[in-house]
């Protein structure tokens, strides 16, 4: 299989450890950290989307302007924009910059947060309606003709866009959430199926759920999996460096207030939470402070050891059926640096070699 990477681009520099700072969309961040993926060897990066955060789809196309070929994965929630709109948004974005667009759809677990938005749906009834969302989408991008669509939460009626994605194949759809509502609509509609960095026990439960959900509909999704990769000359300096990233989290939650949920609403936190009773260190190097800590806010597993061990891990991963790497650091603009010269290079040369070994994974 080919692997891919996915970095990470935000509006302003920070994360767990760095509070933000200045302007909400800071330009110069922005390019520059485009710029350091793309230099990087990154094949796309995420464009992140929540409640009170700056568009995903503006920001992305910043994104593409000033870059050659890097891809952009533009997170997306549906039920906010009508599907018909969304489809030719994304088809416009992905004929401007030549084919470099895919969206990551997160149909949101925290009802607190939706309804920042107006939105007052149930879980289950997000997942149905993202479900019904990505059908009129899909149809939007490939129909020769006007269609129509009458179903629980839309009704469309001639649509028919002139704009379609650039490349035959679509724009891929990536897709996140570990509820059995979500691996039912991952099934039928995940290019690539996304979880965050759980235990090599759990990514392989995962993805043999998903697989199983996609069989039914004639459908072999791809797999990504999500982590914060820590790098050190030395095991040992890892570790530290990981010590004192808990540390920096444990002061900067005590200056702002920040408080860990005490209910967890999505089922992917809780799987990480669970990977985190079991201990701060599992398999061979994944690490769980962060998400302690955090009540595993998004995407914060990391994999802790030198860049050697820590591709080493990654092969693992590889093997289970993870063929996408969505890396992100607590620093995020010398960490994507770090991870373009001293780890991409050495995932891809594991994975051509495991691919020569074994020809039959590799197809």
């Known amino acids: 299989m080919t692997v891919e990477f996915i970095g990470f681009v935000n509006g302003q520099n920070q994360s767990e450890t760095i509070p ?21 060897g990154f094949d796309r990066t995420l464009i992140a989307f929540h409640s009170n955060s700056p568009d995903s789809l503006l920001l992305a196309q910043h994104v593409a302007a000033v870059t050659r070929d890097l891809g952009v994965l533009i997170a997306h929630r549906p039920g906010f924009t009508a599907p018909t709109l969304a489809a030719r948004q994304l088809a ?38 993202t479900d019904e969302y990505l059908e009129i989408v899909r149809r939007e991008w490939s129909a020769q003709a006007p269609f129509d669509h009458q179903g629980r939460f839309y009704d469309v009626r001639g649509a028919h866009s002139l704009v379609r994605p650039y490349r035959e194949v679509g724009i891929p759809v990536y897709f996140g ?83 860990r949920p005490a209910v967890i609403p999505n089922e992917g936190s809780r799987r990480l939470l669970a990977a985190a009773e079991q201990g701060a260190r599992l398999d061979k ?69 495991e691919d020569r070994a074994a020809p039959g994974r590799a197809a």
């Open 285 to 353: 190097r994944l690490w769980t402070g962060i998400a302690a800590l955090t009540g595993a806010r998004g995407n914060s597993t990391a994999l802790v050891g030198t860049p050697d061990q820590v591709a080493d891990a990654l092969l693992d991963y590889y093997r289970l059926g993870i063929s996408t790497f969505l890396i992100r650091g607590f620093d995020p603009l010398l960490d994507a640096y770090v991870y373009g010269r001293d780890l991409i290079p050495r995932v891809r040369a594991l994975v051509a070699a």
């Open 20 to 40: 933000p700072s200045g302007p909400v969309i800071d330009l110069a961040h922005v390019e520059a950290t485009a710029k350091i993926h793309e230099n990087g």
């Open 92 to 129: 416009t974005l992905d004929q401007l910059t030549r084919g470099r667009v895919a969206v990551h759809i997160i149909t949101g677990g925290s009802d607190i947060e939706l309804q920042a938005d107006g939105d007052h749906t149930t879980k289950a009834e997000r997942y149905a309606r």
């Open 177 to 259: 959430g570990s509820s059995d509502e979500a691996i039912a609509v991952a099934g039928r509609h995940a290019d690539v199926y996304a979880l965050w960095g759980e235990t090599y026990e759990q990514v392989s439960e995962t993805v043999s759920r998903v697989r199983e959900a996609a069989a039914r509909h004639g459908r072999t999704p791809r797999f990504s999996l999500s982590l914060r990769p820590i790098l050190a000359e030395t095991e040992d300096e890892a570790w530290r460096k990981a010590d004192r990233i808990l540390e920096t989290a444990r002061a900067l939650q005590e200056r702002t207030g920040y408080a």
